[in-house]
């Protein structure tokens, strides 16, 4: 069974600054991918950035980058430069590549609070 | 439409009522899942659909919960004899099959939910 772990609930960061939101997981498959979202107050789920266990570089999708860890399996999402409308929670999530079927696993969420 | 469409978006009803909840997948994606959000928690996994699949209801909480996906597309959660306990936001979000898929294109959308409310 696969397990996601994020273990900040909230976290502030000043606009302009960069920010870590940690994640790391469990599970026993060579095969997998990792998922970061975006849930602002709006509620919608917003796609951030996408690591497969098997890819050599670290994901990068403009501001956002994933500091992938394999050996340590984290796999903590960077945000630089803040904005205001980063504020949001932010979910990250894991997916099996093997076996007939294979749902997201989804951790508990880092609140994330963008200051002036 | 070009993205994961739900209805209803908002829906109220009364307990004990039956509810259904649509899920229209993106065009050509044989992989779709239903989530459920409890206000201010996360994300609680239902069911999984993956082509022609058995699917994995491993999620769904009671079988007062119930799945059908007609034509490998449009999916529908259907929920009998509604409790207050039911009231979330259901999610569905879908991807494009997992084998067929380099690990850069491997990704999965979300619609905006449905939001559930019984009292």
């Known amino acids: 069974a696969q397990k996601i772990t994020q273990t900040q609930p909230g976290m502030f960061v000043q606009e302009k600054e960069a920010v870590t939101l940690d994640c790391t997981y469990d599970t026993s498959d060579p095969s997998y991918g990792l998922f970061w979202y975006k849930q602002p107050s709006s509620g919608e789920m917003i796609f951030l950035i996408y690591?497969?266990?098997?890819?050599?570089q670290n994901a990068t999708e403009g501001r956002y980058s994933l500091n992938f860890q394999k050996a340590r399996k984290s796999a903590n999402l960077v945000i630089s430069a803040s904005q205001l409308g980063d504020s949001a929670m932010y979910f990250c999530?894991?997916?099996?590549?093997?076996?007939?079927?294979?749902?997201?696993?989804f951790g508990t969420g880092t609140r994330l609070q963008v200051t002036l | 439409g070009a993205g994961v469409s739900q209805s209803p978006s908002n829906k109220v009803t009364e307990k004990g009522k039956d509810v259904e909840l649509r899920c229209d997948p993106i065009?050509?994606?044989?992989?779709l899942y239903w989530y459920r959000q409890s206000l201010g928690q996360g994300l609680e996994f239902l069911i999984y659909?993956?082509?022609?699949?058995?699917?994995?209801k491993s999620g769904l909480p009671s079988d007062r919960f119930s799945a059908e996906r007609t034509g490998g597309s449009v999916s529908t959660l259907t929920i009998q004899r509604t409790q207050q306990e039911d009231s979330a936001v259901y999610l569905c979000a879908s991807s494009l099959a997992r084998d067929r898929v380099p690990s850069s294109g491997n990704t999965i959308y979300f619609g905006e939910g449905s939001w559930l409310t019984v009292v």
């Open positions: 065009s050509g994606h044989t992989a």
């Open positions: 690591q497969g266990s098997y890819d050599q």
């Open positions: 659909f993956q082509g022609n699949s058995a699917p994995d």
């Open positions: 999530a894991m997916r099996l590549n093997t076996g007939t079927a294979s749902k997201l696993t």
